[in-house]
């Protein structure tokens, strides 16, 4: 008979085990970089249930077994729980149930910047008219004696949330999948919430299609500074003038995006006498970081004159410096609309086909497709200002 010690560390080793084969597997098909994300989600989600019994997702690990076996015997071949399964449309997808993609959208919002700040719009068709306002802002007049007022146009427009169907495709040894089931769910829930997260958010900030992103929104406010280089960025100067870009009502919850390497590049500029700049070379004040839960993936990066900094992958790096470029995003994302489907987060198996270049078929393996509909769309295009060189 194993003693409780035994029976604990043998659980330690065959999580560090499955965790091992997840990991080598996932790096072949989302890269390194990207794995080691979603293992760091994966090793919040254990900590937050041993500190305070249950994590972000929501989910008990009773649902969590729940949705790994559904997820093993889809991919095995076997009939799933009726608990779990919605629906099985004609293309032979299963949705996954309510609880389980809400899940996924809290993880994904609990690490991803747009996610977790864009105002959310609940969505029950494909497409979504939502108020947006293009216009100046408004003050009104005083009335004379005995005179009429004259009347101001509201230029209130149509913002159209139309829903596109994201995809993510991963391929899973069946030996792993029939071997796992809160471990499988923590992997599963973690990847898919950090993959939707960081497509949101290249698409919020950068896109073109199937959204545009804020970066090349024609509407939006733009400080053109002098010189072709992002270097050339006034940390002080600059920003001054881009934070003066956007109306004072609309400055609360605003924060400065831009990537990592510009930020290490703006925090070090110092003065003729060899002082930085920014105080504490851009360390973010207690004052700002009290905003944000401890602990939590969207702590900024940093401060620029009170403002919060965060920085993207999805925003031009400094080695991409180039004349008459956008790469730095001020603006309150509370302006920007997050359209959510509800409850279509679909997984499907594929049985054949080709893979990462291999062909599953004959390895033993399962295609695993993950879907999800959404939209997004610029609502209060005056709320945001870019930075683009000369």
Known sequence: MLTKEQLKELQDNLTAAFDGAMEEKLKSVIGPMMTEKVKGIVEQLRVERALVGFD?????????????KSVKALALGTKAGEALIEDIDSRGGYLVSVEVANAILRIAASVGIVMNQAQR????????????????????????VDAVGSDTGITFSQAKLVTK??????????????????????????????ALANMIDKQALNGTAPFVGILNDSNVNVTTVTGTSFAAYKVIDDSSTVIASIAKSARPGSVFLMSDTVWASLRVQKDTAGAYLLPQAGAASNRVLSQFPSGSALVPDGEILGYPVHTSLHLPALSATAAATKFIIFGNLKSFAFGDKSGTMEIEEHRSGSFGGKEVAKSYQRGMVLNHRHALVNALPAAFAVVKTT
């Open 56 to 68: 972000r997702s929501g989910l008990t690990d009773e649902q969590k077994t729940v949705f790994a």
């Open 121 to 144: 719009w609940p969505m029950s068709t494909d497409e979504l008219d939502i108020p947006s306002y293009r216009g100046a802002f408004l003050t009104g007049e005083y009335l004379g």
């Open 165 to 194: 169907t994201w995809q993510l495709v991963f391929v899973l040894g069946k030996a792993l999948l029939a071997d796992a089931n809160v471990n499988l769910a923590d992997w599963l829930l973690a990847l898919g919430g950090e």
